[in-house]
C-alpha cells in the first residue's frame, strides 16, 4: 500500500492553469485510472510583504488582497517531494502558501 498525503495550494487566478499542469505531471492527482485530478475553489488571498520581501503582488509593508484559487488534491507519498518542487517551479510567488497531511487512502 502506498500512503497518500493530501496536498492544498493557493494560487493566483492568473496562474492556476500552469500549477494544476505542473503538479499534474509531477504525479499529484493520481486516483485509479485518472490523473490530473483536483478540487479548485475560488477565494481571496490576503498578505503583507514585510521588508525584504520581493513580492510577486503589491509592495513591500502594503497589505495585498489577491483573488486566488485554493487547489486540493493527493499526492502518493513516494513522489511528495517531487511534485513540491514543481509546485514551488510553477508557482509565481516567493513563498507559496501550501501544506501537506497524510490521509487514510491508498493506492
Do not use: K
Not at 503583507?48 to 509593508?61: D, N, Q, Y
Not at 514551488?88 to 501544506?99: D, I, L, N
Amino acid at each position: 500500500m502506498t500512503q497518500l498525503h493530501a496536498l492544498v495550494v493557493y494560487v493566483p487566478e492568473t496562474h492556476i492553469e500552469g500549477v494544476l499542469l505542473a503538479i499534474g505531471d509531477a504525479g499529484a492527482g493520481r486516483i485509479g485510472d485518472y490523473s490530473h485530478c483536483a478540487f479548485t475553489s475560488p477565494g481571496t488571498g490576503r498578505f503583507t510583504p514585510l521588508p525584504g520581501a520581493r513580492p510577486f503582488i503589491g509592495e513591500v509593508s502594503i497589505e495585498q488582497q489577491v483573488p486566488e484559487i485554493r487547489v486540493e488534491c493527493v499526492v502518493e507519498e513516494e513522489i511528495l517531494d517531487g511534485v513540491v518542487l514543481a509546485l514551488r517551479a510553477s508557482h509565481p510567488y516567493e513563498e507559496p502558501a501550501f501544506m501537506t497531511w497524510p490521509v487514510n487512502g491508498w493506492r
